[in-house]
């Protein structure tokens, strides 16, 4: 019992509680809400505007809105005012053709079943305490192979032409493909520029510095319409190989220069001491320099993977139906049509968490990796 | 097909930049597609009624119809077709690139495109022309009253300029609300960004159609431009423009006849010569095409005639309901005409 009229000795008052203002709910409140007259008018203006946003999105989205219907007109009945919700049972119609595109519905479980490798694929890549990480890291290096006879077909199964890939398939095709290339090709470019060998230098240089002085979409345009009248006629090369490798040379010549900069932080000792230890090059790189280049440079490869991964939707320029051409051609079915904004909200949901758990393992993988102490 | 490999394709390509720019054209696209068993049909990546896939992934639509009777001329079965999707920058180097047979893709037969592109047009399959979509309450009745008005506009179109030619004929002004795709255009339209929406009377009526109240919202009677849409080859490859030509006008002289899907079969022992020209009954007319006899026969019993078409796909019973206006036969004031089967 504190009281107040009892007499301390100078010194010798034991410590009273904070002032109620000052601690719990209430003082952080005060701290970081209202501590001053222009923070109290943000903090109410924020209060109002969330409370005048959220709701109507919410009810827009999911509360309102018509999960199953036949057609826009259906959908709109259902409502208490036309376009007063969201129509999701357009995207529930339409869902299979975002996901697979044209692919032939009988041999969807290839794309299924290749779906399933990548993710068992992917984990011994990204995750090292995993058991038995050194066959899955030989499995990865398969799997590329794997997946392309799944998708395309031949040896005994049924082929599938690859103008017939779209939607989510064919982004994730092209994503993938173009970051699994595109970081060895970048490392040996980023290598090939800080070469002390001219030839190589020079030719690492040029390549690098045209890739980028071109847009992505100018190449994509080259890959579509121009390689065809220098190829011998009849010749076939197909347009998303040709893809494939325009978006791989893209994203490699980007790599190459964050790699570079993550070279280029390294201090000199470092290769010293690699040399005193008497390692060749290979084993010096190995094992010394690019451990530590690549740690730096981990935010912005994965900064340039996240692009390319958004850029994939270039391909509509060219005619590939990506989820977002997918999502217009299926805008131009007249029993659904006007439904735009359905459409380009699943689209951005789906690349946002595609895009957002690449943050996120970036993140992860640096904090891991944290060893400078 | 030879294996891809890096000198052959060197020395190709030497061999085809000391020629010159050819093109992949190759001896006869006939029969090329004969030989691939499919009709590659460069088409859009989605215009309402005319091209779009369905739930299932298959194309449909006006263009497409006209794809699956050429693919049903010239391989006997209207769905050995596959769509070449192309936006309206590639839809010609996709053509002369031999990456496609045929193009049916609501393009505008223009001169620069005849002749500067190098491409041979086979008739029109529709004719459209480029109109004005605005609201009922506005009071507006025709394009003379729109002076100062605001306009949606897609860029990099014969729209942009058919619009600009026509305000500055009548002395009127008008403010631009630049747009890329159809969606944007209906979405600023009804926000009211755009008093206006200018595109082909086919597009205005398809983005009619998807308005809650598509009445309260007019299509202009001023049709400020001729916007004829037609199937493009390649030039240099006679028999197959022939080809292209003839399935277009057999669907338009089968609608003249009255031969449809449902009784061209009981029309194979019709009086009519032509009717029996056009069947393959008598003469020789698929041969000399370098098709079978039976090619305007599989035409009609498995896509139908012009008429069937139309309706089908873009007439007053789906939700587009254009009306045949310029697109009707010759006979009830349209301007759909074949010239005779004889």
Same mark, same amino acid.
């Given at each position: 019992?504190?009281?107040?009229?009892?007499?301390?000795?100078?010194?010798?008052?034991?410590?009273?509680?904070?002032?109620?203002?000052?601690?719990?709910?209430?003082?952080?409140?005060?701290?970081?809400?209202?501590?001053?007259?222009?923070?109290?008018?943000?903090?109410?203006?924020?209060?109002?505007?969330?409370?005048?946003?959220?709701?109507?999105?919410?009810?827009?989205?999911?509360?309102?809105?018509?999960?199953?219907?036949?057609?826009?007109?259906?959908?709109?009945?259902?409502?208490?005012?036309?376009?007063?919700?969201?129509?999701?049972?357009?995207?529930?119609?339409?869902?299979?053709?975002?996901?697979?595109?044209?692919?032939?519905?009988?041999?969807?479980?290839?794309?299924?079943?290749?779906?399933?490798?990548?993710?068992?694929?992917?984990?011994?890549?990204?995750?090292?305490?995993?058991? $038995?990480?050194?066959?899955?890291?030989?499995?990865?290096?398969?799997?590329?192979?794997?997946?392309?006879?799944?998708?395309?077909?031949?040896?005994?199964?049924?082929?599938?032409?690859?103008?017939?890939?779209?939607?989510?398939?064919?982004?994730?095709?092209?994503?993938?493909? $173009?970051?699994?290339?595109?970081?060895?090709?970048?490392?040996?470019?980023?290598?090939?520029?800080?070469?002390?060998?001219?030839?190589?230098?020079?030719?690492?240089?040029?390549?690098?510095?045209?890739?980028?002085?071109?847009?992505?979409?100018?190449?994509?345009?080259?890959?579509?319409?121009?390689?065809?009248?220098?190829?011998?006629?009849?010749?076939?090369?197909?347009?998303?190989?040709?893809?494939?490798?325009?978006?791989?040379?893209?994203?490699?010549?980007?790599?190459?220069?964050?790699?570079?900069?993550?070279?280029?932080?390294?201090?000199?000792?470092?290769?010293?001491?690699?040399?005193?230890?008497?390692?060749?090059?290979?084993?010096?790189?190995?094992?010394?320099?690019?451990?530590?280049?690549?740690?730096?440079?981990?935010?912005?490869?994965?900064?340039?993977?996240?692009?390319?991964?958004?850029?994939?939707?270039?391909?509509?320029?060219?005619?590939?139906?990506?989820?977002?051409?997918?999502?217009?051609?299926?805008?131009?079915?007249?029993?659904?049509?006007?439904?735009?904004?359905?459409?380009?909200?699943?689209?951005?949901?789906?690349?946002?968490?595609?895009?957002?758990?690449?943050?996120?393992?970036?993140?992860?993988?640096?904090?891991?990796?944290?060893?400078?102490? | 097909?030879?294996?891809?490999?890096?000198?052959?394709?060197?020395?190709?390509?030497?061999?085809?930049?000391?020629?010159?720019?050819?093109?992949?054209?190759?001896?006869?696209?006939?029969?090329?597609?004969?030989?691939?068993?499919?009709?590659?049909?460069?088409?859009?990546?989605?215009?309402?009624?005319?091209?779009?896939?369905?739930?299932?992934?298959?194309?449909?639509?006006?263009?497409?119809?006209?794809?699956?009777?050429?693919?049903?001329?010239?391989?006997?079965?209207?769905?050995?077709?596959?769509?070449?999707?192309?936006?309206?920058?590639?839809?010609?180097?996709?053509?002369?690139?031999?990456?496609?047979?045929?193009?049916?893709?609501?393009?505008?037969?223009?001169?620069?495109?005849?002749?500067?592109?190098?491409?041979?047009?086979?008739?029109?399959?529709?004719?459209?022309?480029?109109?004005?979509?605005?609201?009922?309450?506005?009071?507006?009745?025709?394009?003379?009253?729109?002076?100062?008005?605001?306009?949606?506009?897609?860029?990099?179109?014969?729209?942009?300029?058919?619009?600009?030619?026509?305000?500055?004929?009548?002395?009127?002004?008008?403010?631009?609300?630049?747009?890329?795709?159809?969606?944007?255009?209906?979405?600023?339209?009804?926000?009211?960004?755009?008093?206006?929406?200018?595109?082909?009377?086919?597009?205005?009526?398809?983005?009619?159609?998807?308005?809650?109240?598509?009445?309260?919202?007019?299509?202009?009677?001023?049709?400020?431009?001729?916007?004829?849409?037609?199937?493009?080859?390649?030039?240099?490859?006679?028999?197959?423009?022939?080809?292209?030509?003839?399935?277009?006008?057999?669907?338009?002289?089968?609608?003249?006849?009255?031969?449809?899907?449902?009784?061209?079969?009981?029309?194979?022992?019709?009086?009519?010569?032509?009717?029996?020209?056009?069947?393959?009954?008598?003469?020789?007319?698929?041969?000399?095409?370098?098709?079978?006899?039976?090619?305007?026969?599989?035409?009609?019993?498995?896509?139908?005639?012009?008429?069937?078409?139309?309706?089908?796909?873009?007439?007053?019973?789906?939700?587009?309901?254009?009306?045949?206006?310029?697109?009707?036969?010759?006979?009830?004031?349209?301007?759909?005409?074949?010239?005779?089967?004889?």
């Amino acid at each position: 019992m504190t009281d107040a009229s009892q007499n301390y000795e100078t010194g010798q008052h034991p410590d009273l509680p904070p002032p109620l203002s000052e601690v719990g709910i209430l003082g952080w409140l005060k701290h970081n809400l209202f501590s001053s007259p222009l923070n109290t008018v943000m903090t109410i203006l924020a209060i109002w505007f969330l409370w005048a946003f959220i709701p109507p999105v919410l009810d827009w989205m999911l509360f309102d809105a018509v999960w199953s219907a036949d057609s826009r007109k259906e959908c709109w009945a259902l409502m208490e005012e036309p376009e007063g919700a969201a129509c999701w049972a357009f995207i529930k119609s339409r869902f299979s053709l975002f996901i697979y595109g044209f692919y032939p519905e009988a041999s969807r479980w290839r794309v299924d079943l290749s779906f399933v490798l990548l993710v068992l694929a992917v984990l011994p890549v990204l995750v090292d305490k995993m058991p $038995g990480r050194k066959f899955g890291l030989i499995y990865a290096i398969a799997f590329p192979f794997i997946a392309g006879w799944l998708l395309v077909g031949g040896l005994g199964l049924e082929p599938v032409e690859t103008d017939q890939f779209g939607g989510i398939m064919l982004t994730i095709i092209i994503g993938v493909t $173009g970051i699994s290339f595109s970081l060895p090709l970048g490392i040996l470019l980023a290598l090939g520029r800080r070469s002390s060998m001219p030839v190589l230098k020079m030719l690492s240089i040029m390549f690098i510095e045209f890739i980028r002085g071109v847009p992505l979409i100018a190449l994509l345009f080259i890959a579509s319409s121009m390689l065809n009248f220098f190829l011998p006629p009849g010749t076939v090369f197909d347009l998303l190989l040709r893809v494939l490798i325009m978006v791989t040379l893209f994203s490699a010549a980007y790599i190459a220069e964050v790699i570079r900069g993550g070279l280029q932080a390294i201090p000199r000792g470092q290769y010293e001491a690699a040399d005193s230890l008497g390692l060749n090059f290979a084993k010096a790189q190995i094992l010394i320099i690019m451990p530590q280049a690549l740690k730096i440079s981990i935010p912005g490869i994965v900064n340039s993977f996240i692009g390319l991964f958004k850029d994939t939707t270039l391909v509509l320029i060219i005619g590939m139906l990506d989820p977002l051409g997918i999502g217009r051609a299926s805008l131009a079915d007249a029993d659904w049509s006007g439904l735009a904004r359905e459409v380009y909200l699943f689209i951005a949901m789906f690349f946002f968490i595609c895009c957002f758990g690449m943050a996120r393992y970036s993140l992860y993988l640096e904090k891991k990796l944290h060893t400078g102490h | 097909m030879k294996p891809w490999n890096v000198p052959n394709v060197l020395s190709a390509t030497l061999v085809v930049a000391a020629l010159g720019v050819t093109g992949a054209a190759s001896a006869s696209t006939l029969d090329d597609v004969k030989s691939n068993g499919v009709l590659r049909c460069v088409v859009s990546t989605g215009v309402p009624g005319f091209a779009y896939p369905d739930a299932s992934g298959t194309w449909k639509g006006f263009d497409i119809d006209f794809c699956r009777a050429t693919a049903a001329a010239v391989l006997g079965d209207s769905s050995k077709i596959k769509a070449v999707t192309s936006t309206g920058q590639t839809r010609f180097t996709l053509l002369n690139s031999g990456e496609g047979d045929v193009l049916w893709r609501n393009t505008t037969v223009t001169f620069s495109r005849d002749v500067g592109v190098k491409l041979r047009f086979h008739g029109i399959n529709y004719y459209d022309g480029q109109g004005f979509l605005v609201k009922k309450n506005l009071g507006i009745r025709s394009a003379k009253e729109l002076d100062g008005a605001s306009v949606c506009i897609q860029t990099g179109t014969t729209t942009e300029l058919n619009l600009a030619d026509y305000f500055h004929a009548n002395g009127m002004k008008y403010e631009a609300v630049t747009i890329q795709t159809n969606d944007e255009g209906r979405q600023n339209y009804v926000e009211g960004r755009c008093d206006v929406y200018t595109t082909d009377a086919s597009g205005l009526a398809a983005i009619r159609s998807t308005f809650s109240e598509p009445n309260d919202h007019i299509i202009l009677p001023e049709i400020i431009s001729k916007e004829p849409l037609g199937p493009a080859t390649r030039q240099g490859d006679d028999q197959w423009s022939d080809i292209v030509t003839w399935v277009l006008n057999a669907t338009v002289t089968a609608e003249e006849k009255g031969v449809t899907s449902s009784n061209v079969d009981e029309m194979m022992s019709s009086k009519d010569p032509e009717i029996l020209r056009l069947l393959g009954v008598e003469g020789s007319q698929g041969e000399e095409l370098g098709l079978n006899k039976k090619w305007a026969y599989n035409i009609i019993k498995s896509v139908g005639n012009y008429g069937e078409i139309f309706e089908r796909n873009i007439g007053t019973n789906t939700p587009i309901g254009l009306e045949r206006g310029l697109n009707a036969l010759w006979t009830n004031g349209g301007l759909q005409y074949s010239p005779p089967f004889r």
